[in-house]
């Protein structure tokens, strides 16, 4: 459905915004793909990096600024909200300015959505958002739930919204991956609690994750995709094998695992072959069949977290996709 449409990218310069642009290039040749993002810096570096691509458009804008929404929404088919102010301590100590980009924006996102008939827009979200601790996790469950309620809100008009749910991404900025690299040359690394576990998905796995919401969504689900854990300090040694190291304590607002499904999501949860799909508990549909489709509901109880998962990245997998990533930045 991608092919020859109108796709709009909120936050398109991040790490997962340039990925979903190159990705979406080579493999449904969209007509218009448009940057919504405020960094005019980041624009230009990213047209430079794209060979100026007729393809790509770029927009100054600010998901809190509506009146420009509406103006750069002009036209689009479909729409990823990928803007956020995801850095934990930062939202702690701005937490005025964090609801206003996650949540005032996600509200900014939906009416503008709605009311120039955008078909389809799917919203990025976290684990962080599955029994928040932090303020930004607490905004993401925020947003979650403004996107998965815009289905209702959109009444009798044809836009539809859907959410997906990421762990920690390889690679991405301010993510663990490249933290520990940059320090790997001092032989000694910050480990917050060696008992502490993450979720590892890639960027690619991301964008795959986004087009089979596109694909599958009715409106309203929230899609995790099935992927492996790997405990911290595995990834320490994988990136530095000599290095020493040094346990400092869990950050504040920092939780020892990750989860994305919680025991009282199981209850609208179902299964199927290599993601989770999340229902709202509360709703007035009556197409519940077509949402659920083939999917096994999963039991009483049911928690997808880090430190339970039953898949497991080794380190081995870890080195290959690292090789790999590196002789794809090389090349580019």
């Not at 709605?114 to 607490?138: E, F, M």
């Not at 000694?188 to 694909?215: C, H, N, Y």
């Not at 997808?304 to 790999?324: C, F, H, I, V």
Request: glycine residues 8%; aromatic residues 10%.
């Amino acid at each position: 459905m991608l092919t020859n449409s109108s796709i709009l990218v909120t936050g398109g310069t991040g790490s997962f915004g340039q990925k979903f642009v190159r990705m979406t290039l080579d493999k449904y040749n969209p007509k218009r793909l448009i940057i919504f993002s405020r960094d005019e810096m980041k624009q230009w570096d990213m047209a430079a990096k794209f060979k100026q691509d007729p393809r790509l458009r770029y927009f100054i804008g600010d998901i809190r600024d509506r009146d420009r929404l509406y103006r750069a929404l002009d036209g689009v088919d479909y729409v990823v909200h990928a803007a956020a102010m995801k850095i934990v301590p930062v939202a702690e100590y701005n937490p005025f300015e964090c609801i206003k980009t996650v949540v005032n924006g996600a509200m900014n996102v939906v009416d503008a959505c709605i009311d120039v008939g955008v078909k389809r827009c799917v919203a990025l979200s976290t684990d962080k958002a599955c029994s928040p601790i932090n303020l930004y996790g607490a905004s993401k469950l925020c947003s979650d739930k403004i996107f998965v309620a815009g289905n209702s809100y959109a009444g009798s008009r044809a836009t539809r919204f859907s959410v997906v749910r990421y762990g920690n991404v390889m690679g991405s900025r301010g993510s663990i991956i490249p933290y520990f690299r940059s320090l790997a040359h001092t032989g000694r690394l910050p480990i917050t609690d060696k008992r502490m576990t993450r979720f590892m998905i890639s960027l690619d796995q991301g964008v795959e994750l986004v087009w089979k919401a596109f694909d599958d969504m009715v409106g309203g689900e929230i899609y995790v995709k099935k992927i492996p854990s790997m405990k911290v300090v595995d990834i320490a040694r994988t990136i530095a094998p000599e290095g020493d190291f040094d346990e400092i304590g869990i950050r504040p607002g920092e939780k020892l695992h990750e989860m994305m499904i919680s025991s009282e999501d199981a209850r609208t949860t179902y299964e199927y072959e290599g993601y989770y799909i999340i229902l709202p508990q509360i709703h007035d549909w009556s197409d519940d069949v077509i949402r659920i489709k083939d999917g096994k509901h999963c039991p009483e109880g049911f928690a997808y977290a880090s430190d339970t998962n039953a898949e497991w990245m080794t380190p081995g997998e870890l080195r290959d996709w690292m090789k790999e990533e590196y002789r794809n930045s090389a090349s580019k």
